[in-house]
C-alpha cells in the first residue's frame, strides 16, 4: 500500500488560484497512476485529473479543463494540481488518488486514496 497525504487547500476568493499537492510515502512513487477526485457537499465525488505512472499523460474533466494542471515530481513524490481562475462551484474536498501501474480515472480504478483537503471558493 501507499499512504497519500494532500496539502494546500483553503479558501480564495473567485478567480484567484491554489496549488494542492499530495505526497506518498513510498519510493515507488513513480508506478502509481494517480490522480484528484473532489465531493462537494451532498453530491458524490467526481474525477478531476489524472496523470499516468508510465508517459505521464494527463486527462481532466471537463469543468477545469484549461484551469487546472496536474503534474508530479518523481524525486519529492509529490503529484500536484495546480488550480487557476478558481470558481465557486470548485468548492469540495479535493482527494488524492492512486493505482498501482493503472490510469486513475474514474472512482472504481482508484486503489488508494487520501484524507481530502478543503477548498473553497468565494464569490
Known amino acids: 500500500q501507499v499512504q497519500l497525504v494532500e496539502s494546500g487547500g483553503g479558501l480564495v476568493e473567485a478567480g484567484a488560484s491554489l496549488r494542492l499537492s499530495c505526497t506518498a510515502d513510498?519510493?515507488?512513487?513513480?508506478?502509481?497512476?494517480m490522480g484528484w477526485f473532489r465531493q462537494a457537499p451532498g453530491k458524490e465525488r467526481q474525477f478531476v485529473a489524472s496523470?499516468?505512472?508510465?508517459?505521464?499523460?494527463?486527462a481532466y474533466a471537463d469543468s477545469v479543463k484549461g484551469r487546472f494542471t496536474i503534474s508530479r515530481d518523481i524525486e519529492s513524490r509529490t503529484v500536484y494540481l495546480q488550480m487557476n481562475s478558481l470558481k465557486p462551484e470548485d468548492t469540495a474536498v479535493y482527494y488524492c488518488?492512486?493505482?498501482?501501474?493503472?490510469?486513475?480515472?474514474?472512482?472504481?480504478?482508484?486503489?488508494?486514496w487520501g484524507q481530502g483537503t478543503q477548498v473553497t471558493v468565494s464569490p
Open positions: 513510498k519510493r515507488s512513487f513513480s508506478n502509481y497512476g
Open positions: 496523470i499516468t505512472f508510465d508517459v505521464e499523460a494527463t
Open positions: 488518488a492512486a493505482r498501482w501501474r493503472r490510469v486513475v480515472r474514474n472512482i472504481g480504478s482508484v486503489e488508494y
